[in-house]
């Protein structure tokens, strides 16, 4: 606990809060108390301590850390959905983009699985990433179905629709990275028959009769 706020999330040594503490023009006050249980494993007795810490912290311009202090910065994660190695983000899938992937560029805080939804209108799938570099990766398929079947790691989804990737911080699940791409099947019209007609005998066309299906077109 710092200043009265509980940290939201906590591990072995790292604590992270929710809202952010303002800091005075020069100096800024802190009290700290660390809550903790130690186990003995061999008896399995517990003791639960209290430490509390009281420190200030001082605003100077260019001011050099102590050789005991850093400064660890975690870089904007991104998110992004691709087709043979090019980004769809602002464009549409194709019916012939069946294997799509998803990459996380998760910055400078790489944790050691990540895990990625993704949404349609029919389906919610969940995928494990792999790392793979410098990012994280997962190819799935995507289909045109009448209904989804979560859990098969394949993404139904309707004629028109959009698929979206969702990302959620685990430390912080309300930081979120999301991602939606547009699908639309492609319309094409279809000549099966076409007439063309000399009605004074000129030599010339004088009009043409095209069919597609039941429908007829006179130009």
Known sequence: MVNDSISAIYRDSIFAFSERFPLNADLTGFNMAIDY???????GESSD?????????????DAPLPDDISIDCRGKATLDLL????????????????????????????????????LSSF????????????????????KVENSGNPGDYIVQHKGVDSIIVIYRNPKLPLDTLRVAVP????????????FYFDTDADGYTSHTFFRTGRTYYIQ
């Open 183 to 194: 699908f639309g099947i492609s319309r094409e019209i279809i000549l099966s028959d076409a």
């Open 83 to 118: 087709y043979q190695d090019q980004s769809l983000v602002g464009k549409e899938i194709q019916e012939n983009m069946t294997e799509l992937e998803i990459r996380l560029y998760p910055g400078t805080d790489v944790p050691r699985s990540i895990s990625t939804e993704v």
């Open 123 to 142: 389906d919610n799938e969940t995928f494990s990433l792999k790392h793979e570099g410098d990012y994280w990766s997962k190819t799935f398929t995507r």
């Open 49 to 61: 301590t209290t430490v509390t810490v009281q420190f200030f912290v001082k605003r100077e311009a």
């Open 37 to 43: 249980r130690v186990i003995d494993q061999l008896t």
